[in-house]
């Protein structure tokens, strides 16, 4: 029996160390790791300057308390601002926290401004946004909320790309639309640009904020720096956390100045939150997703990816019925059970991780070459082969 609460179903698979994009098991066999810890690890496992940079903080200071300046965050918060739609930031340890700052600020601001009727969420279905007792009331996922008393009031759920129903329902009430632009445990759903752009103009139109989900989505990952680039459109507000600090616990709520500007002193804090360590691996993995070319080679190989995705779809009509995702946020929907799936592609020494409405995903470290994605869907293939013949002996 295991010591830890039993909140994960987890593997008897447990890893020593890695490297790049590779794991090794404490057994001693070697994993191609197309999961990242669930799009965590962007640079791949033990990345030497990631590395290098925690040690060096490590050696001069780890924590002080957010009542002092913190030179490392003002400075990482700086550069976040100068590359995106934010004004300013507030840095968090998880993604949870980060879209729970993003629901207070929205709400806040409705608040400062006279309008504190302005509380009303709008959200989506097969959204997922953390585990806290807010960000659940935001997921709206019924099995998730089941058992936990009542759920935080103010969401609404809408089904994905449903336009119409968010502007029937969009009034002087609304705080705020809440969306993933890319929903990873959903189902690897990305949401098309006119839906973005249509939710935005509804923002606009109304005067709710527009809050984005890019904690597993951006970053990077979709062959932009933010998925939302793509619809050509900005947020309010924005959660941003997995990829940021390359597996160091990290999350940020990114705002513009007129949103940010009523989370005064009181409003809102965090012990931890950037803190000079996390800042620290921050910092390098920020210069080395940014550093020229990297996020081209993304795109790259996310078109590789689905390349391989559709042909198998071609190869296995019957195991393979559609394919999702944008860039290196991606899934294909399967008919054998997802989860037996991944762990027969575990047994066969590929990492990859199950979402909803069974489909298989994909979330490779970001550096990913060709050569390892050919060798994913070489061994995808041989398992859908010995699935089949299992299968046919079976008849
Ligand atoms: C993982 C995830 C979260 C929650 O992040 P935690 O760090 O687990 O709290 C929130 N939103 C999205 C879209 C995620 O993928």
Redesign the pocket.
């Known amino acids: 029996m295991s010591a830890l609460y039993g909140t994960y179903a987890r593997t008897d698979v447990a890893f020593a160390r890695g490297e790049g994009m590779r794991l090794f098991s404490t057994e001693g066999d070697a994993y191609l790791d197309f999961m990242a810890g669930?799009?965590v690890t962007a640079l791949g496992h033990s990345d030497p300057e990631v590395a290098g940079a925690l040690k060096a903080q490590a050696e001069k200071l780890w924590h002080v308390s957010n009542v002092f300046k913190i030179p490392e965050a003002e400075k990482l918060a700086e550069r976040l601002v100068a590359e995106t739609f934010a004004d300013s930031v507030f840095f968090t340890n998880?993604?949870?926290?980060a879209?729970e700052c993003a629901i207070k600020t929205a709400r806040h601001h409705h608040f400062a401004n006279g309008h504190p009727e302005r509380t009303e969420i709008i959200a989506f279905t097969g959204s997922?946004?953390?585990?806290t007792l807010g960000?659940i009331a935001a997921g709206g996922n019924p099995a998730y909320l089941e058992g936990f008393g009542e759920p935080l009031a103010g969401f609404v759920h809408f089904k994905p790309g449903d336009l119409k129903a968010v502007a029937e329902k969009i009034g002087p009430n609304t705080a705020a639309i809440l969306i993933?632009p890319v929903q990873?445990?959903g189902g690897v759903t990305a949401m098309s640009d006119s839906f973005l752009r249509g939710l935005r103009k509804l923002c606009d139109d109304h005067g709710a904020l527009l809050i984005l989900?890019e904690?597993?989505?951006g970053y990077g990952r979709t062959g932009k720096f933010f998925a939302h680039e793509w619809a050509g459109i900005t947020p309010d507000i924005m959660?941003v956390?997995?990829a940021i600090a390359n597996g160091f616990p990290m999350?940020a709520c990114l705002a513009t100045a007129e949103v940010a500007k009523s989370m005064v002193p009181g409003t809102h804090g965090s012990t931890y939150g950037g803190n000079p360590m996390a800042c620290a691996v921050a910092s390098v993995v920020l210069d080395k997703v940014l550093a020229p070319g990297f996020i081209e080679h993304v795109e790259e190989m996310g078109k590789k990816l689905n390349r391989h995705m559709q042909q198998m779809m071609q190869k296995y009509p019957h195991y393979v019925t559609e394919v999702r995702g944008r860039g290196l946020i991606a899934g294909m929907k399967i008919t054998p059970p997802v989860r037996d799936f991944v762990a027969r592609l575990r047994d066969n020494k590929l990492l990859t991780v199950a979402a909803s409405d069974n489909v298989l995903r994909f979330l490779p470290p970001l550096i990913v070459t060709e050569a390892e994605i050919d060798e994913a869907f070489a061994i995808i293939s041989t398992t859908f082969d010995e699935l089949a013949a299992e299968q046919t002996g079976e008849a």
């Open positions: 669930i799009g998880s993604g949870a926290e879209v997922f946004h953390g585990r960000t993933e990873g445990e989900d904690v597993q989505c959660a956390a997995k999350g």
